[in-house]
């Protein structure tokens, strides 16, 4: 089996996180729930993570950091915690879901919102950030890295633009935490939105928010946070601001052991071994008859993507090629809407939907070179 959905979900994780997660399952116990080992060891653990995760995005403290179930809790979170009626948002037809409905719906309760157009490769143009601000713009909320055509924004220039403006930038970092660079500092970050199951390594179920000292996020669920239990409000430091219940101390556990993976093998290495699959399988589909494929490989732009090739194959329903090459090539990819019905519109791939292939630094050149050889086969048929 070749696995390429790794915008999805990431498949093969270190062997760390497996045996992390089964010892916290037999051994650890709730965290700020209990002055005994078992609650303490989690509890060290659960800072320790904390820890590395603000290092990892260059946050003031670790207590900035609260963890949730993934980058979809965190930017609802974010986004019903953040932003009230009269209210005016920035985003961008890049978005996933996880950004598009939860702003769909506080725009039915009254906050205003403008969203920037895609051209035919899927790029956003700078300058309309400005051109759409209002008097009572609030924030701009978009994506590092497109999770269908793999092209990336440029955090610098958006921060600085909001910076200039007076305004939030609200960051949503699913497909590029743990491979890209992201400092919440030097590039004016206030809200960074992760989930820990993709370029993390980690479990499934987890995920965090990472906020800027200073900024509230009104809680999107109260209850238990293991201090100051007779408030009747939730308590107003971080993070027990943001966190209610029992954490997902087994998932975290295995975070942890993939960010101190990550942290050793360095981000950088993992990086340029993704774009260099990415580009050995762009290169070797691109000119396949019949095949096209989306998103910005601009010389410029192909040594900043993230390691995504999404691509149609003449007018075959996408599903129809996923589905080929699974059953008869085992190799896994991912095919229709991908969640991001307006990147779909940029693209004209509504009908069709696409297939992407999404690279690991654990796939091989012989693996990219079967997929390649996939594809150019179902071409001719």
């Not at 890209?180 to 199951?197: R, S, Y």
């Not at 129809?320 to 896994?332: K, Q, R, T």
Request: proline share 3%.
């Amino acid at each position: 089996m070749i696995y390429l959905d790794n915008a999805a979900t990431s498949l093969q994780k270190p062997e760390e996180v497996g045996k992390a997660v089964a010892d916290a399952i037999l051994h650890m116990g709730n965290p700020g729930r209990g002055i005994h080992g078992a609650s303490l060891d989690a509890a060290r653990m659960i800072y320790d993570t904390r820890s590395l995760i603000s290092r990892l995005f260059h946050a003031k403290s670790p207590s900035q950091v609260a963890f949730t179930a993934n980058s979809t809790e965190s930017l609802n979170l974010a986004v019903e915690g953040i932003f009230r009626p009269g209210d005016h948002v920035i985003t961008t037809m890049m978005e996933h879901n996880s950004v598009l409905r939860p702003l769909y719906r506080m725009e039915e309760k009254g906050v205003e919102l403008t969203i920037l157009p895609a051209d035919k490769r899927g790029c956003i143009n700078y300058e309309d950030f400005e051109s759409a601000y209002k008097s009572n713009t609030r924030a701009v909320v978009c994506t590092h890295a497109s999770n269908l055509t793999g092209n990336v924004n440029d955090l610098e220039k958006i921060g600085k633009i909001c910076k200039k403006l007076g305004i939030l930038f609200l960051l949503d970092a699913s497909q590029t935490a743990g491979v890209f660079d992201i400092d919440m500092e030097e590039m004016g970050i206030d809200v960074v939105c992760f989930t820990g199951h993709k370029g993390l390594l980690g479990p499934q179920g987890t995920g965090g928010i990472c906020v800027r000292e200073g900024l509230d996020i009104q809680p999107l669920i109260v209850g238990g946070s293991g201090v100051q239990s007779f408030l009747r409000t939730q308590p107003v430091q971080m993070p027990e601001r943001l966190e209610a219940g029992t954490l997902n101390c087994h998932g975290l556990a295995g975070l942890h052991a993939a960010l101190l993976y990550i942290g050793q093998t360095g981000m950088e290495f993992i990086r340029k071994r993704e774009r260099c699959l990415m580009r050995q399988f762009y290169e070797g589909v691109k000119d396949i008859p019949g095949v096209m494929v989306y998103g910005d490989f601009s010389l410029e732009s192909l040594e900043k993507r993230s390691p995504v090739v999404t691509l149609n194959i003449g007018d075959y329903d996408s599903g129809e090629i996923a589905d080929e090459l699974a059953v008869s090539y085992e190799i896994y990819a991912r095919a229709g809407a991908h969640c991001a019905p307006l990147m779909h519109q940029a693209l004209g791939t509504e009908r069709q939907g696409a297939v992407r292939f999404s690279m690991s630094h654990f796939n091989t050149e012989e693996e990219i070179d079967q997929a390649v050889k996939a594809v150019r086969e179902l071409s001719r048929h």
